[in-house]
């Protein structure tokens, strides 16, 4: 397992309850998380939070703010990295902490490439991959259906003084991109995903990730340049194993290079526990 531990503006406080622990900067947050399956009682660190996040016994939930003073947005750091967060819908927050192991990666990657590094990321979300492409000096496409999510991405590059790279921000279903850019001849030397599980594109299109992404895996690997460096997937999903993305990509990706498969998480502080938070399959150069 890939543990992020050294995220100075972020740590995983405790785990009870069903819910986690966070400290975001000088903010306190509490959210349920799937994987904290036990029902122990919470210590005296709960008594500080600044906001919390109520299940509904209806599905989704709403914030409740016990600080007065919580702001609607504010910023973390990651390394010479920034992100600006807020309160969204269904607990999150717009940036997944554990993923930063694979910010290093991609960074290590582009640096050690000494040339022009193109990078696609799809289901780009708030574009935390894409600001540490540029911060590299890749050209990155950065691919996601809601244009909330692409705004919110264009703000993290501004806020990071990354607008002069070369970006391009597409409000599209990855999926019809993708076949767009095949016939356009267009080629990248690192290929990233992030597909949730269910989710629906900018004209309703309906995604399933059992059901769509092999496809979306195999139509990728004709955007692969002739050098190509990382072919990424992170994956949330309980309903794959990790067994079954590495052989996707044994199947598809007919390159020289290792395919590795990785649990990411974060370690709980003051303790020996870890809290996984998904895993990642990649395709890398040898």
Request: net charge positive; glycine share 6%.
């Amino acid at each position: 397992m890939r543990l992020v531990n050294d995220f100075k503006d972020y740590e995983l406080l405790d785990l009870a309850h069903k819910d986690k622990l966070e400290r975001w900067g000088n903010l306190i947050l509490a959210r349920p998380d799937p994987q904290v399956i036990w029902d122990e009682e919470k210590s005296n660190l709960w008594n500080k939070v600044d906001a919390k996040y109520i299940r509904s016994n209806t599905g989704g939930g709403s914030w409740q703010i016990i600080n007065p003073k919580m702001p609607n947005e504010f910023i973390v750091k990651y390394q010479d990295l920034a992100f600006k967060l807020k309160l969204m819908g269904f607990k999150h927050t717009g940036l997944f902490p554990e993923q930063a192991v694979n910010w290093n990666l991609i960074r290590d990657l582009i640096r050690n490439e000494n040339r022009e590094v193109k990078v696609l990321n799809l289901f780009a979300y708030t574009g935390a991959a894409t600001v540490a492409a540029l911060k590299e000096g890749a050209s990155v496409v950065h691919v996601d259906s809601s244009r909330g999510m692409v705004d919110w991405a264009k703000e993290n590059v501004k806020l990071n003084n990354l607008e002069d790279k070369k970006i391009r921000f597409i409000v599209d279903d990855c999926l019809k991109f993708v076949k767009r850019e095949i016939k356009r001849g267009n080629k990248y030397d690192i290929i990233l995903m992030d597909p949730p599980s269910f989710g629906r594109g900018s004209k309703h299109e309906v995604w399933q990730v059992e059901k769509d992404l092999y496809n979306l895996v195999k139509l990728c690997s004709e955007l692969l340049s002739d050098k190509p460096i990382l072919f990424l997937i992170n994956s949330y999903s309980t309903g794959l194993s990790k067994t079954i993305i590495e052989d996707i990509l044994k199947i598809i990706i007919k390159k020289k290079g290792n395919i590795l498969s990785d649990e990411i998480g974060i370690p709980v502080k003051n303790s020996n526990l870890i809290l996984p938070c998904g895993m990642t399959t990649y395709w890398i150069k040898m």
